[in-house]
């Protein structure tokens, strides 16, 4: 089943297209990698899926949901940790998560449960009582990640989401990434870390300039780049050394 669907997505800003026609599609199941240069049109190509920026040509279904469409019904689907994630500074560790929950709607009892679980898994909960606003930059960005993946939504779209974050808990993401695509969720994330998305993705997609130059499982894109190391395969493709675009 295609949880997420994308076809011809394309968005300009003014002269530049920063997303040029990219068509892809996500399985249930499946963590998908986004790989690109720095400005490839990765954060954009997220930020038309979630449903922030509209595109300018083509479109996102969500579990066969069009997010320009039904932007409610699909945001419904998906719990998304933007590239600049934010969480309310005023509100504590905690409470962020609960206030976030219940506008998800989710159980009292599970709530509490998952919010003790992710506070612990993020090495947390010693912030638990603390202002957003007074919490390290990495564990912002791991109160945002938890809040993401709070209500286990059937699609995750994480934009780097180990970016910032500390080796211990860098793991713990990516197990729990792992996790819950093992209990069914669908995810996507962006990543220049080629070690975590080796070990991470089923399938790969590497974009530069907006468009997508290839698309395909980690051990195929080795194999057409003729490279065992997954940083020489991405280099080796990113620079045009090796096989035909897709
Ligand atoms: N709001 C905007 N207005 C104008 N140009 C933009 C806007 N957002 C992004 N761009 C441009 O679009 C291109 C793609 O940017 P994007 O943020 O999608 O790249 P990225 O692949 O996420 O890069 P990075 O790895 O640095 O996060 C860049 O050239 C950027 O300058
Ligand atoms: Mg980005």
């Not at 219940?102 to 947390?124: F, I, P, Q, S």
């Amino acid at each position: 089943m295609k949880v997420l669907e994308v076809v011809e997505l394309t968005k300009r800003f003014g002269e530049l297209v920063a997303v040029d026609g990219l068509t892809f599609h996500v399985d249930k199941g499946d963590i998908f990698g986004l790989l690109g240069p720095n400005g490839a049109g990765k954060t954009t190509t997220l930020r038309m899926i979630y449903g922030v920026l509209r595109p300018t040509r083509g479109t996102v279904r969500v579990m066969g949901v069009d997010v320009v469409r039904d932007p409610v019904k699909a945001r419904s689907y998906m719990g998304v940790l933007p590239e600049e994630s934010s969480v309310y500074p005023r509100l504590t560790a905690e409470e962020n998560l609960i206030y976030f929950g219940k506008l998800k709607g989710m159980d009292e009892a599970e709530l509490r449960r998952r919010v003790k679980e992710l506070l612990e898994a993020l090495d947390l909960e010693e912030k638990r009582y603390v202002i957003a606003d007074k919490l390290s930059k990495g564990q912002k960005r791991k109160l945002a990640f938890a809040r993401a993946v709070l209500n286990k939504p059937p699609l995750l779209i994480l934009d780097e989401p180990t970016s910032g974050v500390d080796v211990m808990s860098a793991r713990e993401i990516r197990s729990l990434i792992r996790q819950y695509a093992q209990e069914g969720s669908t995810i996507i994330f962006s990543s220049h870390n080629m070690w975590e998305v080796e070990r991470l993705c089923k399938t790969v997609a590497i974009i530069n300039r907006g468009k997508l130059q290839h698309l395909g499982s980690v051990e195929e894109l080795k194999r057409l780049s003729e490279s065992k190391e997954f940083e020489e395969v991405f280099v080796k493709l990113v620079k045009g050394e090796v096989g035909e675009a897709v």
